[in-house]
Structures are given as C-alpha cells and as structure tokens.
C-alpha cells in the first residue's frame, strides 16, 4: 500500500496531482463488445468481472517540499494547514478518547500571529527556491464512507506539471479544500492501482505465499 514511484514530472502540462485513495465497495459485472481485431472474441460480447471503488472528495492539508540529495528525495520543509478536521487528528492517536487532543495545536496557531505568518511565508519562498520536488498531504473523509472507521487515511501525492512555483501556488491555494476525484482522472483513463489488501494476522505459509498443499500419504 504505497507508491513506490509516481508518473514522470513534465513541466508543459498544467499543475495536477498524480493519485487518489479509494474504497472498494464491491463487485459487479458488465457484458462488453472488445474491439480486438483477429481475436476469437471480437466484436462478441463478453461478461467481465469489474470492481466498484468508492472516491469521496480528499481534503488537503500539508505541503512537502523536497530536494535532490546524493543519496535521493529528502524532505525540506513541511507547511501544515491552519484547520484539521477530527477524522484527520484521530489517525495520530491509539486512543481518541483518551488523549488531550492536543495535536496540531502549534501549527494552528502560527496561522494567528504575525510572526507566525511570517514564518509561514518565509517557508514557502524557501520551497520555491530550493526544493525539486512538492508534494501535498491529503486525507480522506470518513464521514462521507459507510465504513465504521472514523480514523482516516493519510497520504502524501506528488503535485506534477508547471514549474516549482506554480507547483507551490497550487498546494498553497488547495489547503483545507476538498478535492473531488475528477480533478485528477478523466474519463475512459488507464490509471495504475495499488490495492491494500486486509490483514490477516499470523498466519502460516501456505496462506501467506500459496505454496501447494501436497496429498495426504
């Protein structure tokens, strides 16, 4: 359940984010007509299995700026967005109602003071001049899934297209906003998909990397 590598940055294309976090929500099937020339099964139709994946809008709330090092990608700086809504603040903690719910309470409040904004501002001006790669962290909204989880899930995507500033400016612009799933993909688009499968706890082997059962003597 991670990106290993996300889609090669170009600069010509306009500034877009490059994933999205979905649930599944089931499975169905549909009766499709393959356009495959010289194929048995052209112009037939075929029952293919699909999966539905629900997409609710995702919520931004942190810029990552990183730059190149001889040993990769390393961190710089990271901007935090002045509000955080529950369902975020919840993944950080074992226990929800037990804690003091204190987290993110210092980044808030740089958002509120002068010197703070300063500090803020100082932040993204060094982003433009020095980082190579920016990257927004995003969240899902529980409140949106029927799903009894209430904690969600957090993730960084890489912000592609334009130039570092516009890249900045875009993340800047897009805190505390939802994204809707169609500002990343288009219809009909292949997309790659990276599934996280549900834990199954200890197991043995034969669960783990299906190796054959033999027959009993």
């Known amino acids: 359940g991670k990106v290993k590598a996300f889609p090669k940055d170009d600069s010509s294309k306009p500034v877009h984010l490059t994933a999205f976090?979905?649930?599944?929500?089931?499975?169905?099937?549909?009766?499709?007509?393959?356009?495959?020339?010289?194929?048995?099964?052209?112009?037939?139709e075929i029952v293919e299995a699909v999966t539905v994946i629900e997409t609710p809008p995702m919520v931004c709330v942190g810029v990552v700026g990183?730059?190149?090092?001889p040993h990769g990608l390393r961190a710089l700086l990271t901007v935090w967005a002045?509000?955080?809504?529950?369902?975020?603040?919840?993944?950080?903690?074992?226990n929800w109602y037990k804690c003091k719910k204190k987290a993110f309470t210092k980044s808030s409040k740089k958002w509120q003071d002068e010197l703070?904004?300063?500090?803020?501002?100082?932040?993204?001006?060094?982003?433009?001049?020095?980082?190579?790669?920016?990257?927004?962290?995003?969240?899902?909204?529980?409140?949106?899934?029927k799903q009894r989880q209430k904690k969600a899930h957090i993730m960084e995507i890489q912000v592609n297209g334009g130039n570092i500033e516009d890249k900045v400016?875009?993340?800047?612009e897009h805190l505390e906003k939802p994204i809707p799933v169609d500002s990343v993909f288009a219809q009909d688009e292949m997309i790659d998909c990276i599934g996280v499968t549900k834990g199954k706890g200890y197991k043995g082997v034969t669960s783990r990397w299906h190796t054959k059962k033999l027959p009993r003597k």
């Not at 990183?66 to 090092?69: C, K, V």
């Not at 002045?82 to 074992?94: G, I, L, Q, T, V």
């Not at 703070?116 to 100082?122: A, L, P, Q």
Request: glycine share 6%; net charge positive.
């Open 21 to 44: 976090i979905g649930y599944k929500a089931g499975m169905t099937h549909v009766v499709r007509e393959p356009d495959r020339p010289g194929s048995k099964i052209n112009k037939k």
């Open 66 to 69: 990183y730059i190149e090092t």
């Open 82 to 94: 002045e509000h955080m809504s529950e369902d975020c603040r919840r993944r950080f903690y074992k």
């Open 116 to 145: 703070g904004r300063k500090s803020i501002e100082k932040d993204f001006k060094k982003m433009i001049r020095y980082c190579s790669v920016v990257r927004v962290i995003a969240h899902t909204q529980m409140k949106l899934l």
């Open 169 to 172: 400016k875009w993340a800047r």
